[in-house]
């Protein structure tokens, strides 16, 4: 994959740059505010009680931003071929109103079919 820095604000990974794009998959990286009067845990380190991970970031949006990789690792590991390029985006600010994406916005654009993942939750 080629990957490229948005000055911090947003990170993305491309499939195959020379391909058509085609796909946008955005999960964010940073997460919510660390108020101990929320959380049962120690905030800032990851715990397994019941068999499941409890932390600050495990399901909003650090899970499902590893579940994006392992997938597109299976793709390429089977040897599935794509006639069309992916692009995985990493936010850092979805938490404090999305100015990541609007900073991405200004310097690239959003592939035509996109998973748009912030404005399913507003």
């Known amino acids: ?6 000055d911090n604000h947003m990170g993305a990974s491309d499939w ?11 999960c ?8 101990p009067v929320s959380w049962l845990s120690d905030l800032f380190h990851a ?5 499941n991970l409890y932390g600050r970031g495990a399901i909003d949006d650090k899970g499902p931003a590893v579940s994006v990789l392992y997938a597109l690792r299976a793709i390429r590991e089977a ?3 794509l006639s069309r390029s992916v692009c995985f985006l990493l936010g850092c600010n979805e938490e404090n109103g999305s ?3 609007a900073y991405y916005l200004q310097r690239d654009t959003m592939r035509p079919w996109s998973l748009r993942r912030t404005a399913a939750i507003r």
Do not use: F, K
Not at 28 to 35: S, Y
């Open 16 to 26: 195959d740059a020379s391909l058509p794009p085609y796909l946008g998959i955005l």
């Open 79 to 81: 040897g599935v071929p």
């Open 99 to 101: 100015s990541d994406l």
């Open 28 to 35: 964010h990286l940073d997460v919510v505010p660390a108020d």
């Open 1 to 6: 994959m080629t990957c490229h820095n948005y």
């Open 47 to 51: 715990e397994v009680r019941n068999g």
